[in-house]
């Protein structure tokens, strides 16, 4: 601010319309007002001077930092954190809020390229303005990873299985399945694999092909010979005369699939083990099992050890005998039976202590052992059996009879002619002798006391060695006698009583003592309790041992005592007014319990009247009798108390109700109220009195009563509903949708006025709403109510929407920097960056786009934020299918040629070629998968690419060396030393086959040979072939014709074969 006149010094003083004085307090967004005071120097010449500012505060609009791009793979969660949203302002709170169309960003968005909305809600909107961006997304299928075994080895007739693979899934949480696949089977989990190498692939297939990658993993599978598992005892005990069976040996194959047979021999034996009777002694029997197939299995050879041992005869007899004197031992009595009548033999019998033989003896009481040994006749392959037999030779027992069990009374006598005592056996010679165990006393004719008692009856034989002692015991129970007693007299007298012994007495006819039960209190300072009391009586006689004791009873009859009772014989009460206690209160000097009739409750509840009362007493102790006594009460009518809390004045249109219609009776008697004014009454505005009568229901007992006190009526304020109406954007008008106050109470009439009205513009910025209400009645005050709403900016509608991708090194066009503004009547300036023609790098890269209007008080900027994604320039490759080699043959340049197609390309691409499998591997037979991948140098801006082919490896017929023989006369057979072809490569094994073979004998001439060589791998090599040439010459016969052996000829004589024709060859 300046002064405008110059002569005029002073200075300036501002301050706020409202609120704070401060400049330096920040001001909220909106409207607001300047107070600028000048005040001059000279106060007596110059007056000051004010104005008045409209100063218009703006919303802050902040930024935020967020990714520009997102490339992450599936099952990650887009998070703030994930975005790195960072708020550059940190004093602006509020929250972060994600969006996708059409997708909840809460969840797991599947694998593709998404535009997440990041909108930063602020806290304070009357000050900040939100701030939203948009992220391009790249979701990339999730990859995982499996683990299976690089080599494993398995034995022939083991099916693969995953778990043999050691196939694992490292990620169990992707679903899928298993694809196992062979070179050399087209299912290896199901067929058996011949031995040797084989490539198994392992390829896991998700069942989520969007969003999970598949993989595939190699390894090499050898499969060795498989050795049957062939079980037999490792030694065999047997006994002579046993056949070997391969039963009994436990010979088995436990491979029952595997064909083959088993040969046994014996190392002492030329002829089958198995059909020959082995002698006593150790042999070792060797089994070999032989497989038909020798390709995939091992022979397998087991070694027995047999060992026969000699047989043992085998005959029966008892292992104890227990025998009584008198009995003759025999053959028939130990059971001697022979079991092996073939073996032959004989039996000899000895007594161990004597050396005799026992047979046909009669042995005396005692122990003995009897040997009996079995002789055979052959000792080498048999035996000799011996046993013993233990004799035990008991006395002879016999038998004698007696009572076994006697009862008699004390004084009883016992004699033997009441034991009846007798020997069974007349031709055992001895005696009977009686003792007593209980008693010192003789059993026989003396007198037993009172109790049990055993006779022990003994007979003593003559011959004590060879017969036992016999004894027999018997039971003689001597009982007790009982004795009489007669009571003679009984007694019945009052409760407190003194009991005399004169009063009791009893004769009997035994000397003993008396117990009484319970005890009697005789002379005591107790007494017997009112009632009957039964008494048991005890005789005790004094000789115990021989006399029972004897009981009795009797009965003692008490009578009760009778206490006395002191009452008022009237009493006067008020209904109502008096408590039971002032009339219920008769007393008696013994202890004891009062009840009344009527009872305490029944006697408060009587209404007025004269009434008979009756007490009942009941003694605490219960040896008193129960009495009664009899009084009168006169009950009189009662006047009840009100009361009416002090009322507070109520505003109008208060309807009387039971809040101020209150008024109560002290004494809780039930009656009716009614008042003046009744309920319901709506006074007005005013003061009024209140009137209350009292008519109790029970007019007999109560009487009526009445109360008056006063009430004021306030006017009211008519209650306004209207709440800060919603925000609006600056251009909307003001509707009824704002402009909505409301009565809390709607039968209030009256008229509503608004400023400002309906249909106005409101500026940006917090503006004031008022409503006033003035009522139609005079019993309401007129009311005002004031709101606020905010106008916000206009934020221009522009559509940006992500372009397509491009391909390195396309630069930038219209095409995609295409941002479209709706808004048309909003000027403005649109810039972007980057701006056309500019090249991206590989990958996602964000475009921005900022419209700037030219009247920012009432627009706000829009930047938008778009993402493209510029994808690498691909390479193209060429490799020709290469021509097939022989096995031995290395991988060379000449299969792996690979190489660029550079159709199209502008520039050198910079690079290599990794193969699989490598330069100089060596491979097996068959058809094999070749793969090349070009990795570039630059990785940036080129995509590596693979590219597949095949090459077929042929067997290699192995080359054979065979020089033609030398010559061999007429007769020879044909053997090594014509037969004798090698392979080139002596690393090749196989086996020859000769055409003629071995042994042959061919005529005179030339002939030819011809070898095949079957190779052992049969997999790389094929069967070859070679031809040579023999010379087979003609044999010189020697003749052999001696002189000597030619007689001398005489003229005229023949020649002849005998004598002189006599050469051979």
Request: include cysteine; glycine fraction near 4%; hydrophobic fraction near 40%.
């Amino acid at each position: 601010a300046q002064c405008l006149d110059l002569f005029c010094k002073g200075k300036f003083i501002y301050v706020f319309e409202s609120g704070s004085t401060s400049l330096n307090d920040i001001r909220s967004a909106g409207n607001h007002t300047i107070v600028v005071t000048y005040e001059p120097f000279d106060k007596m010449n110059f007056v000051s001077v004010t104005k008045k500012i409209k100063v218009l505060v703006h919303k802050y609009s902040f930024d935020f930092s967020c990714v520009t791009s997102l490339d992450v793979m599936y099952r990650t969660l887009i998070t703030k954190e994930l975005l790195k949203v960072t708020i550059m302002d940190s004093f602006v709170e509020g929250k972060v809020v994600l969006s996708c169309q059409n997708h909840d960003i809460c969840s797991v968005l599947p694998a593709g390229e998404y535009l997440v909305n990041v909108l930063f809600q602020v806290a304070d909107t009357k000050n900040f303005i939100p701030v939203e961006k948009v992220v391009p997304v790249m979701i990339r299928r999730y990859s995982f990873d499996i683990y299976c075994a690089d080599c494993r080895e398995i034995v022939y007739g083991t099916i693969l299985s995953t778990e043999l693979l050691d196939v694992k899934l490292l990620d169990e949480s992707v679903e899928g399945r298993f694809v196992i696949t062979s070179d050399s089977s087209n299912n290896p989990l199901r067929d058996t694999l011949t031995a040797g190498e084989h490539l198994i692939t392992t390829l896991y297939q998700p069942t989520d092909g969007v969003n999970f990658i598949p993989i595939s993993k190699a390894t090499i599978v050898t499969v060795l010979k498989f050795t049957p598992i062939v079980r037999s005892l490792e030694k065999l005990v047997i006994t002579y005369g046993t056949i070997l069976t391969p039963k009994l040996l436990e010979v088995v194959c436990e491979n029952s699939d595997i064909g083959g047979e088993f040969m046994y021999s014996c190392v002492n034996l030329n002829v089958d083990p198995l059909n020959e009777l082995l002698s006593a002694g150790l042999h070792m029997l060797t089994i070999l099992f032989h497989t038909f197939d020798t390709l995939n299995y091992i022979q397998v050879e087991r070694v027995v050890k047999v060992e026969v041992e000699r047989y043992v005869p085998e005959f029966e007899c008892v292992s104890e005998l227990d025998i009584v004197y008198r009995t003759v031992i025999s053959e028939e009595l130990l059971k001697v039976q022979c079991n092996t009548p073939h073996v032959g033999g004989k039996f000899i019998f000895s007594e161990i202590s004597t050396s005799t033989n026992p047979i046909g003896q009669v042995l005396s009481a005692g122990v003995y052992s009897i040997s009996i040994l079995y002789q055979p006749p052959n000792i080498i392959n048999y035996v000799p059996v011996q046993k013993f037999v233990n004799v035990m030779v008991r006395q002879y027992s016999y038998a004698i009879s007696c009572e076994a069990e006697l009862k008699i009374v004390y004084g009883t006598v016992v004699t033997s002619e009441m034991l009846k005592v007798t020997c069974c056996d007349e031709t055992v010679m001895g005696g009977f002798v009686f003792n007593c165990c209980t008693s010192t006393l003789p059993p026989i004719g003396d007198l037993l006391p009172a109790g049990s008692h055993v006779i022990v009856v003994k007979y003593h034989p003559s011959d004590e060695a060879n017969y036992i002692v016999v004894e027999k015991r018997v039971s003689i129970e001597v009982e007790k006698c009982l004795p009489s007693i007669e009571l003679v007299n009984t007694i019945r007298f009052t409760y407190e009583t003194v009991l005399t012994k004169d009063m009791i007495s009893f004769e009997s006819s035994v000397e003993g003592t008396v117990q009484y039960s319970p005890p009697l209190l005789l002379n005591s300072d107790e007494f017997y309790t009112a009632g009957e009391h039964r008494i048991s009586l005890l005789f005790m006689p004094q000789d115990e041992h021989n006399y029972f004791s004897v009981e009795s009873n009797f009965v003692l009859t008490v009578d009760k005592f009778i206490p006395k009772i002191t009452w008022d014989e009237n009493f006067i009460m008020y209904y109502n007014k008096f408590h039971s206690r002032d009339v219920l209160n008769a007393t008696c000097v013994s202890p004891g319990a009062f009840v009344y009739y009527p009872n305490n409750s029944d006697l408060e509840n009587l209404d007025v009247g004269t009434y008979p009362l009756i007490v009942i007493f009941t003694p605490t102790n219960p040896n008193y009798a129960v009495v009664e006594a009899v009084s009168a009460i006169e009950i009189k009518p009662t006047l009840p108390t009100l009361q009416w809390p002090r009322l507070d004045s109520i505003p109008y249109g208060t309807a009387l109700s039971v809040d101020i219609l209150n008024s109560f009776c002290e004494e809780k008697v039930d009656g009716q109220f009614i008042y003046e004014p009744s309920f319901g009454t709506v006074l007005d505005a005013g003061s009024y009195q209140l009137k209350a009568q009292f008519f109790p229901y029970d007019k007999k007992n109560y009487l009526s009563a009445q109360l008056i006190v006063d009430l004021v009526v306030d006017k009211v304020y008519p209650t306004i509903a209207w709440t800060n109406p919603s925000d609006i954007i600056y251009e909307d008008k003001l509707k009824e949708l704002q402009l909505n106050a409301i009565l809390v109470d709607e039968s209030i009439l009256g008229q509503f006025y608004y400023s400002p009205p309906l249909g106005y513009v409101l500026d940006v910025g917090e503006q004031k709403l008022t409503v006033e209400f003035i009522p139609s009645s005079s019993n309401y005050l007129v009311s005002a109510a004031v709101v606020n709403i905010l106008v916000h900016k206009k934020i221009p509608h522009v559509v940006w929407n992500n372009p397509h991708s491009i391909t390195w090194p396309e630069s930038l066009s219209q095409k995609q920097l295409a941002a479209q503004l709706f808004d048309e009547h909003i000027l403005g300036s649109t810039t972007y960056t980057p701006s056309i023609g500019y090249i991206l790098e590989p990958g996602w890269s964000d475009l921005l786009m900022s419209f700037q209007p030219f009247d920012g008080n009432r627009y706000v900027e829009v930047n938008l934020t778009v993402q493209i994604f510029v994808e690498k320039c691909p390479i193209r490759v060429k490799w020709d299918q290469p021509n097939s080699i022989t096995y031995s043959t290395l991988l060379s340049e000449t299969q792996l040629n690979a190489s660029l197609d550079m159709d199209g390309h502008e520039y050198e691409i910079k690079g290599h070629f990794d193969f699989q499998p490598p330069l100089n591997t060596l491979l097996v037979a068959g058809t094999h998968s070749l793969t090349a991948t070009f990795c570039p140098d630059d990785e940036v801006h080129y995509i590596p690419v693979t590219i597949c082919t095949v090459v077929t490896i042929v067997p290699l017929s192995p080359p054979l060396l065979w020089a033609n023989p030398f010559p061999i006369n007429y007769e020879s057979e044909l053997n090594v030393l014509q037969l004798n072809a090698r392979v080139v490569d002596s690393s090749i094994i196989g086996s020859f086959k000769y055409f003629p073979d071995f042994g042959t004998v061919l005529p005179a001439g030339v002939h030819p040979l011809m070898v095949t060589f079957y190779p052992l791998d049969t997999l790389n090599y094929e069967v070859s072939t070679h031809k040579a040439e023999i010379v087979i010459e003609k044999n010189t016969p020697t003749i052999v014709w001696s002189a000597s052996k030619i007689k001398a000829l005489t003229y005229g004589d023949a020649l002849n074969q005998l004598d002189h024709l006599n050469a051979v060859f």
